[in-house]
């Protein structure tokens, strides 16, 4: 035990139980470190699976909230970064193409994402990010998202359709209402299977049926996933809808606090413009 001369020790003394009461508090207000991830074009006309413009656009509503240190990457392959990049991350977005493929093609990928679990990471996945052409990446996604699309059963559909909000009081749809939009939405997807408990947040009506378009899932190692198939098209970005789910969705895979009136998601029109 540290021991003061005599007559400093009523100063001393106090300050240093201060100072151990404030380290504690810095360490734990350490800003949340989230990796974005897009890719190039993968030969979908201009205007959908804009996925870096995606990225930028999320970077933009992100950079004003406190708590956050952001990097954002363009994870074309190879990707010889993607390892550390996620070991150096808190949480991972992805808006790539074939993400369950994308998440294990590279073991070495496959495995940071798993240590990014064990440690409580957040994970989100953005509409191609969410599945593969191939059944044999289903298993390795359900592990670390609950849902995904892939082999001949996957389905897709371009339409004009009612959206409708399931749980109000989930923190994801904190002032989301139901709304109305023209997208490509995956559905009749897979989903992890009990005791997981994957919380549908969003239903699309596709062909007569209320499909699950958005769900979040607190996980047995402590962290916690969404998916939402939506955002096919860049122009979506201008419905506030879109971009108050995704970003209370990052904030709520992170931990951070997602406030009850909802998140303040103003954008100037001229950063949601293609180049």
């Known amino acids: 035990m540290t021991r003061f001369p005599f007559g400093l020790s009523k100063l001393f003394g106090p300050l240093f139980i201060l100072v151990c009461q404030i380290l504690p ?11 974005l991830v897009g890719q190039g074009p993968d030969g979908h ?7 870096m413009a995606g990225v930028r656009v999320m970077e933009h509503l ?9 990097t954002l990457t363009k994870a074309d392959e190879p990707w010889p970064d993607g390892p550390s990049l996620i070991d150096g991350s808190d949480g991972i977005v992805m808006f790539v193409t074939q993400g369950a493929r994308w998440m294990q093609t590279d073991p070495q990928r496959h495995d940071a994402l798993k240590r990014l679990a064990q440690r409580k990471g957040g994970i989100v996945a953005l509409h191609w990010s969410v599945g593969a052409q191939d059944a044999k990446y289903i298993e390795g996604q359900l592990e670390l998202l609950g849902g995904t699309r892939g082999g001949p059963q996957r389905k897709y559909k371009v339409l004009e359709t009612d959206v409708t909000v399931v749980d109000r009081s989930h923190p994801v749809t904190a002032s989301l209402n ?15 299977k009990p005791p997981a408990r994957i919380h549908p ?9 209320d499909e699950t378009a958005s769900w979040a899932w607190e996980r ?9 198939v939506g955002l096919h098209f860049h122009k979506n970005w201008e419905r506030p809808e879109y971009r108050r789910l995704v970003v209370q969705a990052i904030l709520w895979t992170l931990q951070l606090p997602v406030p009850k009136e909802g998140v303040n998601l103003d954008i ?7 180049k």
């Open 178 to 192: 139901n709304f109305r939009i023209y997208d490509e939405f995956y559905y009749r997807l897979d989903f992890a």
């Open 268 to 274: 100037n029109p001229q950063l949601l413009e293609l």
């Open 45 to 51: 006309p201009h205007g959908a699976h804009e996925f």
């Open 62 to 70: 992100l950079s004003p909230i406190k708590g956050l240190k952001l």
């Open 25 to 35: 508090f810095n360490q734990a207000a350490e800003p949340k470190r989230l990796l």
């Open 220 to 228: 047995a190692d402590g962290g916690r996933s969404f998916g939402f």
């Open 201 to 209: 947040l969003l239903t699309a009506r596709v062909e007569e049926n």
